[in-house]
């Protein structure tokens, strides 16, 4: 464990961290944009680190887009990104779902069309994804017909949810051999303007409660997201950086795969929280405290430019 | 752990004199529904010849369900299709009759409640003179409504979630924008996580639409059904009602026996329904404390057990 840990980074600290690491690996909501917005000077801090020669990904717990919209929406808030930069939990769980579960069949979604055309993607057929509401008598609902080529559920965003999508899934799992993956365990899903609605997390909870079974969850902090881009790009951990606003999915993916953190204080963790966690004897709470922090990522823009 | 002992307490089968022995130490006898005197639609044989005999023994019979879906009215006519003659409304305690009591008469609410729940909730609520936000209201169904911005009734005070074949996105996030205030009540009406239905299927229950919204608001929701200690003191505020005196069958072990245990009764589990004798004794076997106060006292194969014992 580093000596001096949760160290404002100072401009000379800066210079120093980015040359002992060629990739940084970036959070988006409260890291790079807050909702439609980009954090000012996070599109130059991009752009400067890959004119530095530092190679940049983008890793996010986000299911409701596939890499290419993602792709999109950093082109249009100016940052110089592709898609296969991209990583996030619609594309991971496809990842997931196809190389380490080895899925030979469909899998029953509840999720988002992002979620699908990632699945179809690498080549696994979905079902269930859209408006799905109840009809029937009690009875009919254990008794749902139900695809017997489905060897898996997958839960993630789904503004659909519903009720119906509940009693399926449950279904499906009541076979033991059939496979459950969560994209996240957030609580919440940020929007423009700040506002926030329910997450992916509130909704495998209910499934999670009805089946009497634990998800494998894909996103941070699990360490699959980070090895998704180190197998596809070959990454020495101790050459990385992990810069996210969350102790406890950005920051504790870092520690697990020891990767060196910053922690921006412009989305949900504060520094007190930081140093709370800092002084707490319990080594759970230890993983969540960064090596740095800055009050914004625009913060280490002199460093790059210098 | 050296000095520690294992008790082996528990989980008794109960035959012949014992279960007279049993009964004439007991005044109330409490039972659990699904599972102890009915499955579905088809009632436990010899589970209304013992609640009638119990009856004529001088016995106080009630019905204790954390199933939420039907108000007391239609209990009532549930349990005359199945062959319980002259069971009374007044002695059936559902946990959404006992929602509907807490609002009123324990928490008092000055305010509409806004309900995640069914057609049972809200008749008991509308019977208990409790406020109700109208659902499906035309707001809903403006232009440009949507989970990012649905409207809100002022006058909300309390939230209560159960069991709810509606459920949508839409009332998560509202039930959530409501529970952001702190004064805000929240309850849930049960926390089963799922219920059996007929031939060994089951279906979420109000338990996993709970878990949803608690994740959300990051709050934890006040349990009016088994096992908490509410339905009971919401009979024994109705009737004079002495523990020792009292006992509970069912045939869940996380709800009806823990209940039991919280509220100090005598239990019984009864293998009709969703616990099976390993699990009880799987509990037995713990060494974690908590988990003692799912064993059962005794345990019958079913309530027809008492039958006999009634006959003589």
């Keep these: ?306 | 752990m050296a000095g520690t002992v294992t008790s082996s307490r528990g989980c008794v089968t109960l035959r012949g004199a014992q279960i007279r022995d049993l009964l004439d130490a007991k005044h109330n006898v409490l039972f659990d529904c699904d599972g102890v005197i009915w499955n579905g639609e088809t009632a436990v044989t010899g589970a209304p010849e013992v609640v009638s005999l119990l009856k004529q023994r001088g016995k106080r019979v009630f019905f204790v369900t954390n199933n939420c879906t039907r108000p007391r009215e239609n209990y009532v006519q549930k349990f005359c299709r199945l062959g319980f003659t002259d069971v009374a409304e007044e002695e059936i305690f559902s946990s959404a009759y006992c929602s509907a009591a807490y609002l009123r008469d324990v928490a008092r609410l000055q305010g509409k409640v806004y309900v995640i729940g069914c057609g049972g909730v809200m008749k008991e609520l509308q019977d208990a003179g409790v406020p109700v936000v109208e659902e499906d209201s035309a707001a809903d169904r403006e232009p440009g409504t949507s989970i990012y911005n649905c409207p809100l009734d002022p006058d909300v005070k309390a939230v209560l979630v159960g069991y709810d074949e509606n459920f949508t996105f839409m009332k998560l996030a509202k039930a959530c924008c409501y529970l952001r205030n702190s004064e805000c009540l929240f309850l849930a009406t049960d926390p089963d996580p799922w219920h059996p239905l007929r031939g060994g299927r089951i279906t979420p229950g109000s338990g996993s639409l709970t878990a949803a919204l608690e994740t959300a608001s990051s709050r934890k929701a006040t349990v009016i059904g088994k096992p908490s200690r509410f339905m009971y003191e919401c009979i024994a505020s109705q009737f004079d009602l002495d523990p020792a005196r009292s006992l509970m069958i069912g045939d869940r072990l996380e709800t009806d026996i823990l209940f039991g245990s919280n509220c100090g009764l005598s239990t019984v589990l009864t293998l009709t329904g969703v616990s099976t004798l390993e699990e009880a004794h799987r509990y037995r076997d713990s060494e974690a404390p908590e988990q003692k106060d799912c064993v059962p006292d005794y345990v019958v194969e079913s309530v027809a057990d008492f039958l006999q014992a009634l006959e003589e």
């Excluded at chain 1, 464990?1 to 988006?28: E, G, I, N, Y």
């Excluded at chain 1, 559920?153 to 009693?167: A, P, Q, R, T, W």
């Design chain 1, 1 to 306: 464990m580093a000596a001096s840990k949760c160290t404002r980074l100072s401009s000379a600290l800066s210079r120093q961290l980015l040359d002992s690491v060629d990739s940084v690996l970036f959070d988006c909501d409260g890291v790079i944009w807050r909702g439609d917005q980009a954090v000012p000077g996070a599109p130059e801090v991009i752009n400067s680190l890959k004119k530095n020669g530092k190679r940049v990904f983008f890793v996010t717990n986000n299911s409701t887009k596939t890499r290419q919209m993602y792709a999109d929406k950093l082109g249009k808030l100016g940052f110089d990104a592709t898609a296969d930069e991209v990583f996030g939990t619609a594309y991971c769980s496809a990842m997931y779902l196809k190389n380490e579960c080895k899925l030979e069949g469909k899998v029953y979604l509840i999720g988002s069309n992002a979620m699908r055309q990632e699945l179809e993607e690498v080549g696994i057929q979905p079902v269930g994804v859209g408006p799905d509401p109840i009809s029937g008598v009690q009875i009919d609902w254990a008794n749902v017909p139900l695809d017997k080529e489905v060897q898996a559920v997958l839960v993630g965003f789904d503004e659909h949810f519903s009720y119906m999508k509940l009693n399926r899934a449950l279904q499906y799992l009541c076979n033991p051999d059939c496979q459950f993956v969560g994209t996240n365990t957030d609580t919440r899903l940020p929007l423009e303007g700040g506002k926030a609605v329910p997450g992916t997390g509130c909704l495998l909870r209910a499934v999670e409660t009805a089946a009497q079974r634990q998800a494998q969850v894909v996103g941070k902090p699990s360490n699959f997201m980070f090895e998704c881009v180190a197998s596809q790009f070959d990454l020495d951990p101790q050459r990385c950086l992990m810069v996210g606003d969350r102790l406890d999915t950005d920051i504790m993916l870092g520690s697990n795969c020891g990767l060196k953190t910053l922690l921006t204080l412009t989305g949900v963790s504060t520094v007190a929280e930081a140093e709370a966690n800092q002084k707490s004897e319990c080594p759970h709470r230890q993983k969540m405290v960064p090596d740095y922090y800055v009050d914004s990522i625009a913060d280490i823009l002199p460093a790059l430019q210098a």
